[in-house]
């Protein structure tokens, strides 16, 4: 969808605020010491899909829109909200998020690398998992190693989630990241086509925020659905909330695990991260062993030029004898995050748009 033709919400048409010292602040903006605590689980153009006070008898969907009084601050999946306005959850009421609480984690993008404007994608999500198959697709190393800083970067843990584990040894695959230490699970197909593994997978879910991220093809879908039987992910139905017929899977949202231990938050709009706001820096506190070596380091290093300290480091074996190894996937990762689109299939214009519709932009 062209910018013009995008659906104006109410920060576009905005009134302009009291000119300054008309009146006080404090009675401009309560405290909403009364607001409801939810989590946000899906959002479409600025309607917010809420569950209000999570994990209580009392759990409910309220539908909510953004306060004015939020300013340009954006709501995204993930974030822990305060409600006010009608919180019943009753058909056709909409509530308002009139605060949203301070973030644990914090998954970005830019939107590609040419792009400066820095999105939140998901808030306080634990845990990146980054799904390719073994085969068919070809997995492609550098699209993984661009998830990886970001899951880095935003203080989640990297999960490998391989699929079409019976193609191919999965092996092969996981040693391009052996250095890294990551934990990584495999699926398969059985010979009746049933999905195995998905215990494995499970077990890493449960007592976590997941968010699961993977191009194309790679059975992230697939795999979603069996985790989430409920959810519907891959078939059309009407939005309950604006009565539109629409493909839910192409909307970001949280889906509660069966047993409530775990949410998964599919990406269908997220092929890959835009990494420009990434700084060297931000990726090496992933590599706590190669660290200290920065001490040495020419002042503003990109520690990828001649004079980078962190080579003698880890020759010297101070970082352990995976130094060195350790070193050149640090290395490579840094690489990801230049100009990594190259490689990738580039996302058609209609799904650039419309993620980025579903991302709220960031202070
Ligand atoms: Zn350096």
Redesign the pocket.
Known sequence: MPVSARRYDEDDVRVRPNRRGSRPRTKERPAHADAVPALVVEVDRGRSTCLAEPGTPAQRTVVAMRARELGRTGVVVGDRVGLVGDVSGRPDTLARIVRIEERRTVLRRTADDTDPVERVVVANADQLVVVTAVADPEPRARMVDRCLVAAYVAGMRPLLCLTKGDLRPAQEVLSTWAPLGLDAVVTSRGPGGELLGLEGVLERLRGRTSVLVGHSGVGKSTLVNALVPDAGRATGHVNAVTGRGRHTSTSMAALQLPGGDGWVVDTPGVRSFGLAHVQPEAVLHAFPDLLPG?EG?PRG???D?PD???DEWAASGRAGTAGPARLASFRRLLAARRGGERDEERPRERDRDHSRDREAPED
Do not use: G, I, M, Y
Request: net charge negative.
């Open positions: 920065e380091c290093c990109t520690h030029e980078c300290a962190l």
